[in-house]
Nanobody, 124 residues
Framework: QVHVTKSGGGLVQVGGSLGLSCVAS????????MAWFRQAPGKEREFVAG????????YYADSVKGRFTISRDNAKHSAYLHMSTLKLDDTAVYYC?????????????????WGQGTQVTVSS
């Protein structure tokens, strides 16, 4: 079973960039899709970006398409989210998740293991 163990966040100005990372363990990382979700105060947790087990297929929420990039390094059991041209609406707690399968589904129910979440705050 894959477990998401680490992630990072920070404070950044509008229009800036920030990178997030997480590390999974459990011995089957290479077989699972990875994804990033986020949750802002008063809102439901939402899908941000997902990547297939091979890294070939990616999906992005419309709100971040063209600004965020998801990637993975299977040798390091790691997943990354590079965020650029950040907006105030990007402020949220971001979660890294490992999928039940190798396909990057957009539903929360399709992910089995979750990181602790990290705060990303975009300020003007």
């Amino acid at each position: 079973q894959v477990h998401v163990t680490k992630s990072g966040g920070g404070l950044v100005q509008v229009g800036g960039s920030l990178g997030l990372s997480c590390v999974a363990s459990g011995g089957t990382f290479n077989e699972h899709a990875m994804a990033w979700f986020r949750q802002a105060p008063g809102k439901e947790r939402e899908f941000v970006a997902g990547i297939s087990w091979s890294g070939v297929t990616t999906y992005y929420a419309d709100s971040v398409k063209g600004r965020f990039t998801i990637s993975r390094d299977n040798a390091k059991h790691s997943a990354y989210l590079h965020m650029s041209t950040l907006k105030l609406d990007d402020t949220a707690v971001y979660y890294c998740a490992s999928g039940k399968t190798g396909w990057p589904e957009q539903s929360i129910s399709e992910y089995a293991d979750w990181g602790q979440g990290t705060q990303v705050t975009v300020s003007s």
